[in-house]
């Protein structure tokens, strides 16, 4: 029942900018944090930012800061991740994930374990 689905991944040029989108069903947005993670070759899945529907608060991990802003359109059920400055560093397959998250204790946070994915979308940025 629950679904996500990442898209907007694809080839592009160091410097340039891609805008992932992340499309969900099958649960109550707003009751749910949503992240973006990425895993490149050889290496651990990392966390890349974080975004409570509910109250907006963002989690962004240093991979992201000062590049990517994430966001979410709550009518649409969609987070989205724009990159922009690309490096070939953040080559990867990006997923987006969801796990229950409650408002009022706290702010979003990517450390704790995501229980739902999506099946990934791969960026590759060349040099």
């Known amino acids: 029942e629950v679904q996500l689905q990442a898209s907007g991944g694809g080839l592009v040029q160091t410097g340039g900018s891609l805008r992932l989108s992340c499309t969900t069903s099958?649960?109550?947005?707003?009751?749910?944090?949503i992240g973006w993670f990425r895993q490149a070759p050889g290496e651990e899945r990392q966390a890349v930012s974080c975004i409570s529907p509910n109250d907006g608060t963002t989690d962004y991990r240093d991979a992201a800061k000062g590049r990517f802003t994430i966001s979410s359109d709550n009518a649409r059920t969609t987070v989205y991740l724009q990159m922009n400055n690309l490096k070939p560093e953040d080559t990867a397959v990006y997923y987006c994930?969801?796990?229950?998250?409650?408002?009022?204790?706290?702010?979003?946070?990517?450390?704790?374990?995501?229980?739902?994915w999506g099946q990934g979308t791969l960026v590759t940025v060349s040099s």
């Open positions: 994930a969801a796990d229950r998250y409650y408002s009022g204790l706290g702010r979003v946070s990517c450390q704790y374990e995501y229980d739902f």
């Open positions: 099958g649960f109550t947005f707003e009751d749910y944090a």
